[in-house]
């Protein structure tokens, strides 16, 4: 690990991001100037720019290479050295004729599928798919036989999904039955598929507002890995990542055997809970936002529907769900803010000839925009206070598949275990150094000590092990980390 971390200020922009296309030039003007002025390492916007958003762009809208065929690419092909023009001048030409392109093709994708799935699928032909293929097709003949290929293999995906079940619970297959479940899963498959595309196409607005979000991103991501715009739903979204509470429905959905969504959890103190309508193995069938259209969910999987419900930021929601006897019932339930399991520390003590505290840190979560609400820092000093009492003679702390979070929180964490010192240094765009200090005098843990790491450790996760390495306050055991030595500004 590096001696010290230097921490780069790039930036997560949160802008508005209205819907009509006229009002994009001015977001992108606005995009523009905070990295110009923000960012560690502006890019200069130019020609080899242009190449590299070029490519990106299509990789965020077709990465799979399912909807754009060669030919259409060669139209497009005349923007690839002047994006840099656009974003200079306030243009946004390359956009608006590849977003019109873009809406054709699914368009055309969509018809496909419908035609694709009107038949059973034969799986006695040799067929083969690879899902490494990205590389645009020469003709629309070729996009209908890779959509084939594609829908076939997630049908013959599901069908093996029985098939193991049937091997586990009886060592046997019976092909016939599994079979017979072709036509539920061509459906299923092919309702999943469209449900992704109308979520484009479901309304102008809508379509304009998702491309126009990777639009942005593309040019963000083009200066670092890190830099990213968020709308309200994604600014959301990433502060609920990082906090103990969140706003939730209170429920959790999973898949059974059959590849059917039911609802497989329910929070107690929840508003599904609360409802008293909702059971376990309830099948949820229809979503519907208070002012908008309904959304059918045949086909969806779990974390397509779990995604439907952390996108949208309007609190209310009409459930359409099927029970066991068959029937439908709808019922109104209202976001609330639960506690999020997965994020809050646990401890326990390992018994042996000596106790050994163990402490497991899922992120650096803290309350945005409110310094009396939740901090891991505290929560971890609570948790060893209490080990403590058990005796322990070595603490473990667990930062694995941790990915980082506040700064502040890693500053106030490295502080618990030294008396006080430096802790990193941050670079700005002026270059200078800023020394960030645990300024704190004492200790809360002083003992043997040893930090768990792995790839998934990243950011704050890296600066704590770094920071306890260096005043040999802890043994790092692990694997290499992430390594991301870059910091956020929320703007």
């Not at 992108?28 to 905070?34: D, Y």
């Not at 102008?204 to 126009?212: E, P």
């Not at 322990?392 to 980082?404: E, K, S, V, Y």
Request: proline content about 3%; some cysteine.
């Amino acid at each position: 690990m590096r001696k010290i971390l230097n921490l780069l200020a790039a930036q997560l922009l949160v802008l508005p991001l209205l819907a009509q296309t006229d009002l994009l030039p001015s977001q992108q003007k606005w995009v523009k100037e905070l990295a110009a002025k923000k960012h560690i390492s502006p890019r200069t916007i130019d020609d080899q720019f242009s190449a590299d958003f070029y490519r990106k762009y299509f990789a965020a809208v077709d990465d799979r290479g399912l909807f754009f065929t060669a030919p259409d690419l060669k139209k497009l092909e005349q923007f690839r050295l002047s994006i840099d023009d656009e974003w200079n001048n306030g243009a946004t030409t390359f956009f608006t004729t590849s977003s019109q392109l873009y809406k054709t093709r699914l368009a055309a994708v969509k018809a496909m599928i419908v035609e694709i799935c009107a038949k059973p699928f034969d799986f006695n032909l040799p067929d083969a798919y690879s899902f490494s293929d990205t590389l645009a097709v020469a003709t629309d003949k070729a996009l209908y036989s890779r959509w084939q290929s594609l829908l076939k293999a997630d049908v013959l995906r599901s069908l093996m999904s029985i098939g193991f079940h049937q091997w586990q619970t009886n060592r046997a297959i019976a092909k016939a039955e599994v079979m017979a479940k072709e036509p539920e899963f061509r459906s299923r498959v092919k309702a999943r598929h469209l449900n992704r595309i109308d979520s484009y196409l479901k309304s102008d607005a809508d379509y304009q507002q998702q491309l126009g979000g990777i639009y942005l991103n593309t040019f963000l991501t083009c200066f670092d890995p890190h830099s990213a715009f968020f709308d309200a739903a994604a600014r959301q979204h990433f502060k609920a990542a990082l906090n103990t509470e969140d706003l939730s429905f209170g429920f959790a959905l999973d898949e059974n055997e059959r590849g059917e969504v039911f609802i497989a959890y329910l929070a107690p103190g929840g508003a599904a809970w609360k409802s008293g309508m909702l059971n376990k193995g309830d099948v949820p069938v229809q979503l519907k936002w208070e002012g908008s259209q309904p959304v059918e969910l045949a086909g969806l999987e779990a974390e397509d529907i779990e995604a439907l419900l952390a996108k949208h930021t309007k609190e209310k929601l009409e459930l359409t769900v099927r029970k066991g006897n068959g029937q439908q019932q709808t019922l109104t339930l209202q976001k609330q803010k639960l506690e999020k399991e997965e994020n809050i520390v646990k401890s326990f003590v390992l018994s042996g000839k000596q106790n050994i505290g163990y402490v497991m840190l899922p992120s650096f979560y803290t309350e945005w925009e409110d310094n009396s609400g939740s901090s891991c820092a505290a929560d971890v000093a609570r948790e060893i206070v209490k080990l403590k009492k058990d005796s322990i003679a070595g603490l473990i702390l667990d930062l694995r598949f941790n990915g980082g979070g506040s700064l502040a929180e890693a500053v106030e964490m490295a502080g618990i275990f030294i008396d006080e010192g430096a802790i990193c240094q941050i670079k700005k765009t002026d270059a200078k150094l800023e020394t960030i200090k645990d300024i704190n005098r004492g200790v809360i843990y002083n003992g043997p000590m040893l930090v768990l790491v792995n790839g998934q450790s990243a950011s704050a996760s890296e600066l704590v092990a770094a920071a306890l390495q260096d005043y040999n306050r802890a043994i790092i055991a692990g694997t290499p980390t992430y390594g991301k030595a870059t910091g956020q500004n929320i703007l």
